[in-house]
């Protein structure tokens, strides 16, 4: 629910070894490098402070979530999110080798805690191959299948969840010091730390491979709906995780009382009780 981390480790024209090779990394295809990666490729290219670099992020996202299969109803166009860009830079220049940044650092307003992928790469690499890196994960993944190994497919139902439609990431030239027989070694390795925060949150664990509805592209949002995604997101999210339910009970009660504890409940099912026509979950 909270992230996930890939890494792959590149050396020039070869890819060579994935580096802490555990289950979460077992289906990935060795054989994978981009055409152009290291020196050949400026760091200005790559970095997400530059409009262009955001553009294409945002671009590569939602073309692979429109594309999904089995196809998806309710699938939300990602836009860019500057204050989650920010989040994600601030944590990508933490230079914490595979560590998740804590769920503070990833709040931002009106949409809690926000997920978050990582990749991590000894040599510069373009958006793409990190984000498709995330994406093939879709080879492991069965929908709505109850058992399941979140650690293999996180990074793809993050990608793919639903109702998460905005989108920041960062990116960080970092320094690693290695140690040898318990002394630390004066060459210190460089990696370049991918992070990217999604909000709203993905991956409930009540539903982690059931990550949209099922249905033709658009078919949830019929009259509002661009390039197979929908378009008709909501700005705010629940923090309650019985809204739903409450509301199908007590409707009043839960949004439109106007006592001081009626104006709480409201807040704390905003998403249920203002945007009743919008996809939110």
Known sequence: M??????VILVP?????LLHLTEEFSNFNLTRRPKLMGEKL??????????RVQDKIIMYHN????????????MLKMKWHNEAANAAQRWADQ??????DDSSGRYIPNY????????IANNRVPWLFAIETWWLERNAFKYGEINFNKSIIGHYTQMVWAATHQLGCGLSECHLMIKRKKEIDEKKQVFYNYVCNYCPI???PSRTTRPYKLGNPCSHCKKDCSQRLCLNSCDVVDQWINCKQLYKVHPAWLCRTHTQKGKERAQFCKATC????????
């Open 112 to 119: 809690g805690s926000c997920g978050q992928n990582i990749f």
């Open 202 to 204: 993905g991956n409930r």
């Open 274 to 281: 203002t945007c009743s026509n919008k996809i939110y979950d």
């Open 95 to 100: 230079c914490r080798y595979l560590k998740h």
């Open 13 to 17: 024209a070869v890819m060579v070894l």
């Open 42 to 51: 400026p760091f200005a290219a790559i970095t997400p402070k530059r409009q």
């Open 2 to 7: 909270f992230g996930c981390r890939s890494i």
């Open 63 to 74: 073309f692979f979530r429109s594309i999904v299969e089995p196809k998806a109803g309710n």
